[in-house]
């Protein structure tokens, strides 16, 4: 079945490190990719996202690619901060059913400074 | 501007007790509305969903049940609570239509049961 596949957490990194956190996923047909972050005590709110595949999806100093080769979205970013903090989501959207999204487990991110 | 609520925002209730969260949707009309669960430590599950007044559709087997008796609103209810049904409650929204629209959530709900 259709599903997400996320890096275990928690990661803990010092600020201005470098940042990867894995996602590959299974699905039939062509998915929507999405990564949503989850700040403490918070719903989640939509970070990026890409439609198809070879798109790259930023926002916020974040960048993901969609790679059909490989069936991995992975969430980058140049130099965390402190304010990034937070448990990020991968997800997958299928284009029938309502458009449901399939979440990954989360990862947690712990930036020190 | 479309915004979402939930209310209400913590919940303590003992095992067995009833259930009724709701989540309403104000700015936008015919929207797809979800419920999603995450326990604590683990990921976000799909409960249900809605394409339509009175149209819900189930994703896992359970003790929880959804209902939408009107265009923006989306109940989630049980008849009796179980332990395993504590968790952090999100409600979520999308356009209608449109294969790429991303989802927006709710603030949540942190229900406990005892």
């Known amino acids: 079945g259709d599903s997400v596949t996320q890096m275990e957490g928690p990661v803990t990194l010092s600020e201005e490190a470098f940042l990867t956190i894995n996602c590959t996923y299974t699905a039939t047909g062509y998915p929507s990719l999405f990564w949503y972050v989850q700040y403490p005590g918070e719903g989640l709110q939509l970070l990026l996202k890409?439609?198809?595949?070879?798109d790259k999806g930023s926002n916020k100093g974040f960048e993901a690619t969609y790679r059909k080769e490989t069936t991995s979205f992975h969430l980058e970013k140049g130099s965390v901060q402190v304010s990034d903090s937070a448990v990020y989501f991968c997800a997958l959207k299928l284009n029938n059913q309502g458009g449901k999204l399939i979440f990954g487990q989360g990862t947690e991110l712990s930036v020190k400074p | 501007s479309q915004t979402i609520h939930q209310w209400p925002a913590t919940l303590v209730q003992p095992v067995g007790s009833p259930l009724s969260l709701e989540c309403t949707v104000e700015?936008?009309?015919?929207?797809?509305l979800y419920w999603y669960r995450q326990a604590a430590g683990r990921g976000l599950q799909l409960l249900f969903y809605s394409v339509g007044i009175g149209q819900i559709s189930s994703e896992v087997p359970q003790n929880l049940s959804a209902s939408r008796p009107q265009d923006r609103q989306f109940i989630l209810s049980s008849k009796k609570l179980l332990l395993s049904d504590s968790g952090f409650y999100l409600c979520?929204?999308?356009?209608?239509?449109?294969?790429?629209?991303?989802?927006?959530f709710g603030p949540g709900t942190r229900l406990t049961v005892l």
């Open positions: 979520a929204w999308s356009s209608w239509g449109g294969a790429y629209n991303e989802q927006f």
């Open positions: 700015g936008t009309s015919n929207p797809n």
């Open positions: 890409a439609t198809k595949a070879d």
